[in-house]
């Protein structure tokens, strides 16, 4: 060329920057696994050691409990030493949290397990951020979406595998997801770069312009998880009591939620993100998410393609609520902040997640599933209400304009 100038090497950029994403992904999906395996079948487990359901409720918020108070903390800490170390950190609690959980034989260890695993669980909020640092603005939202698919089809293979382990015993199950997120520790360490410097994307939004916009993302965010947690409390008893399922086949149905979750992620919520902007996709993934819950109770007794027609409802819905309100808080914030303020936003659905389960224990507790299920359809609903606040509270700069 003339005056001997040269094109960038961009082609050699691209496929790096590709092999970090899947390496990021693949680590999410694979820590997922675990937490999945031991998910499903944790309130018959406490159940069996005589645990209340409000018991078994403090037992499944107590992971978001931990959660709450630390993920700002790692996600801070994640800004200053980089994503890697954290991620590997996190790996590594939930290992040990996972052997707690094999030599569990009382309510109290089952809670140590836990603590452990929430007190380390860095892993997605820390993978959002460092997807983040590599995104523009435009694109935060598909980035959460492949988080959010990668979650979902670790609940596809994590409750399938935890349902066959646990037909040989619980402490398999614990032993199993150990020696999973064991090796994913060490695929870690080998695979994955240090992370990029952090700097602002072009056309980003300075941290503190957009920092009265998180309130609205925040709430719609804490409410759809608040909603969907009665599935990890309620659900798993109802179908035990109601249907006569055992725990292997209750496993079968959070991976079939999972499946569709991923599928919807990972398929088309980018497309509607395009064409409706995160509120309007979000709208529509409450609006399904209330639907489902609202309607699961009415299928007991009914055909299996009804019972499955409500679950994938659940599972679309509960994948469309959250990314979308995600990366529009990513959006609003400078890039030498995403993991503090992703962890933030992590603390949220962790508050979520520990109201959630004791609340809808104690309502299936004092009145009966239908009642904890119903309720918790109204709240997908109060998700859909925040959703419809004054374009200029969502800022018209981030819903519109790509």
Request: glycine share 14%.
């Amino acid at each position: 060329m003339a005056g001997g100038t040269h094109p960038p090497a961009m082609p050699a950029h691209v496929p790096t920057r590709s092999r970090t994403t899947a390496t990021v992904l693949g680590t999410v999906f694979v820590d997922v696994i675990g937490f999945a395996m031991i998910l499903p079948i944790l309130p018959g487990t406490a159940a069996s050691l005589g645990a209340s359901p409000t018991l078994i409720g403090i037992l499944v918020a107590s992971y978001s409990a931990v959660q709450l108070l630390l993920a700002p903390v790692w996600g801070r800490v994640s800004d200053r030493i980089g994503r890697r170390p954290v991620l590997l950190l996190g790996l590594t609690g939930s290992a040990v949290s996972y052997v707690v959980f094999a030599l569990a034989g009382s309510w109290p260890l089952l809670l140590l397990s836990r603590l452990l695993d929430g007190g380390s669980g860095a892993t997605t909020n820390v993978a959002q951020a460092w997807l983040a640092d590599e995104t523009t603005p435009e694109r935060r939202s598909r980035a959460m979406g492949q988080v959010g698919a990668a979650v979902g089809l670790g609940f596809i293979v994590g409750p399938i595998l935890g349902g066959i382990t646990a037909t040989r015993g619980v402490a398999l199950t614990g032993w199993v997801a150990a020696a999973i997120t064991l090796v994913n520790l060490v695929v870690a360490m080998v695979a994955l770069p240090p992370a990029p410097p952090r700097r602002e994307a072009p056309g980003a939004i300075p941290a503190a312009a957009g920092r009265h916009q998180l309130l609205v993302p925040l709430a719609v965010l804490f409410l759809a998880t608040l909603a969907f947690t009665v599935m990890y409390v309620v659900f798993p008893l109802w179908g035990e009591a109601t249907v006569g399922a055992d725990r292997s086949t209750v496993g079968y149905w959070f991976a079939f939620i999972g499946f569709i979750t991923a599928l919807t992620q990972g398929g088309i919520l980018g497309r509607l993100v395009s064409r409706l902007g995160e509120a309007g996709t979000t709208r529509i993934g409450a609006g399904l998410l209330a639907a489902g819950l609202m309607c699961i109770a009415t299928t007991a007794g009914g055909p299996a393609w009804q019972f499955y027609g409500v679950l994938a409802l659940l599972g679309a819905g509960y994948g469309l609520a959250g990314p979308p309100m995600l990366g529009l808080i990513s959006r609003a914030t400078g890039a030498h902040r995403q993991g503090r303020v992703l962890g933030v936003a992590q603390s949220v659905a962790s508050m979520a997640r520990i109201v959630g389960p004791v609340v809808a224990g104690a309502a299936m507790g004092v009145v009966d599933a239908r009642f904890a299920f119903v309720t918790s359809g109204a709240l997908a609903l109060g998700a859909l209400a925040c959703t419809l606040v004054p374009a200029t509270i969502l800022r018209p700069g981030l819903e519109a304009g790509r």
